[in-house]
C-alpha cells in the first residue's frame, strides 16, 4: 500500500455497530462484562480503548511496524522507554536533543542510578567508542532539536544489534512520511505526536512504535501499570490528523526548502541549519534515509547578539512565537530561553546552541507571505 493511501486508512474500519466511516469516541471508563473474567475485550480505559486501539494500529502501520503504544505526551512515551532499565544501566545519546527529554534523563532517571552518556551521535564511532558492559540503550534523534544534525540510523543498527543494545530513535522532527526508522534496524521508534502527526497544535501525546513482539509486551506493562494514556478525543484528533500527513509534509518540506535557501542569500543572517543543503555535514546521510528534508530550520543573525534575536522573535507576525513545532501555522522559537532552557547554558554552548539561535517550525501558509513576513522581521 502506497503511504498516501496507507495514511488515509490505517487502523481504521467502519464501525460496526453502525457503519460509520469515522472511528467513535469511545468516551467511557470503564465496560460492562458478560460474566466475571469475560469480556469483549476491553476491561478498563487505561488498559485499552476502542479509540486509542484504531490509533495504536495507525501509528504502527505508518512507521511500518507491527505494533503502536499511545502515550499521554511524548514525554511520557520517552519516560517508558527508560523504565525498561535497572539502576546501574548505561545509554548513550545525542549531545544535542529537545530539552525535554535532556531534563527528564538528568533531573528524573539519574537519581535512579541510570547513567547517561552525551556524545556527538554524527559520527557512529562515538556511539560505538562509549558503549560498556553496562550500555543496554542507545537514543537517537535525527534529525536533531535544534541543530539538525543527522545521525546515520542503519550504520548505529548494525553494532547495536551485534551487541543486544537496544536503539531508539526520536523521529519527530522527520515524521514517518520522510523517514522510518524500523526499516532501518531501530527497535523503537517515538514520536512526539503532539507535532506532525497531529499536525493541528490541538492535542498532546506521544507514541512507540516497534516490530518485537516481547519488548511491546514489555512497553505495553508499563503504559498500563503506569497510566500516562491518552484520552479517546485526543486519539479522535490524531487519526483525523494522520490522513492529510502526506499533504501537509509535502508543503511543510516545499515551504521548508524556500525558506532556507531565502535564509541563506539573506545578508543579515550568518548561517542555516537544514539538512538539505548539499554542504550540509549530513546531506549524503539525510539523503540516503530520508525522502526529502523537512520544515524545520534554525539560523543564526550575523549581528550575533542576544538582543538582535529577540527583536527578530517579537516582530515576526505570520511565525507565532510559540514552543512546539509540526504544525500547520508557522512558529518562531528561541530554544535557548523556551524549548531547551533547561540544559544548563554551559552545555548549550559547548555542543553549539548559542544563545541567539532562533529556530523555525515552518508550516504550510504561502511560502511568499512566510519570507515577507521574516523580512520585515529581519530588516
Known sequence: MKPATKYIHAGTEPDPSTGAIMTPIYQTSTYVQE??????????????????????????????GKFGLAFSSGVAATDAVIKLLSPGDEVICGNDMYGGTYRLFTKVFEKFGIKFIYVDTTDPVNIQS????????????TPTNPLMNITDIAAVAAFTSA??????????FASPYLQNPLDLGADIVMHSVTKYLGGHSDVIQGCLVMNDKELREKLYFIQKSCGAVPGPMDCFLVLRGIKTLHVRMKQHCENGKIIAHWLRNNPKVA??????????????????QMRDFGGMISFELKNDSVEEARRVLSSTHLFALAESLGGVESLINHP????????????????????SLIRLSVGIEDADDLVEDLQKAIG
Open 163 to 172: 551487541k543486544n543494545i537496544l536503539l531508539a530513535v526520536d523521529n519527530t
Open 130 to 141: 562509549s558503549i560498556t558492559a553496562q550500555t543496554k540503550l542507545v537514543w537517537l534523534e
Open 271 to 288: 548561517k542555516v541549519y537544514w539538512p538539505g543543503f548539499e554542504d550540509h555535514p549530513g546531506y549524503a546521510v539525510a539523503k540516503k
Open 35 to 64: 460474566a466475571p473474567g469475560k469480556n469483549k475485550g476491553y476491561e478498563y480505559a487505561r488498559s485499552q480503548n476502542p479509540t486509542r486501539k484504531a490509533l495504536e494500529d495507525a501509528l504502527a502501520a505508518i512507521e511500518n
Open 336 to 355: 535557548a530561553s523556551m524549548t531547551h532552557a533547561s540544559i544548563p547554558r554551559e552545555e548549550r554552548i559547548k555542543n553549539g546552541l548559542s544563545d
